[in-house]
């Protein structure tokens, strides 16, 4: 059996954004893919979007997380995918 909570867990909605046209919700898969975000600028939007909202994931940490994945998006941008 699927566990959706796990699969869509809350702490992706808890800030509380809503469409300015019709009001409805916008998690953080919503901005993801409405901004067409690649894999390593998508998981510095989830790791920031979640920060002190996961349970047991101390907010520096999801913020460590979003780092290292918007240092290797700056490298990326700079040419320079393998760089530290
Ligand atoms: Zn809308």
Redesign the pocket.
């Known amino acids: 059996m699927i566990d959706v909570d796990n699969l869509d867990p809350d702490y992706y909605r808890r800030r509380g954004l809503r469409?300015a046209?019709?009001g409805?919700e916008v998690e953080t898969f919503n901005v993801i893919t409405g901004w067409g975000l690649d894999w390593a600028l998508g998981h510095v939007v989830k790791y920031v979007s979640r920060a002190g909202l996961k349970a047991g994931a101390p907010a520096a940490s999801d913020l460590r997380k979003a780092r290292w994945f918007l240092d290797r998006a700056i490298a990326a941008a700079e040419g320079d995918a393998g760089a530290e």
């Open positions: 469409c046209g019709c409805s």
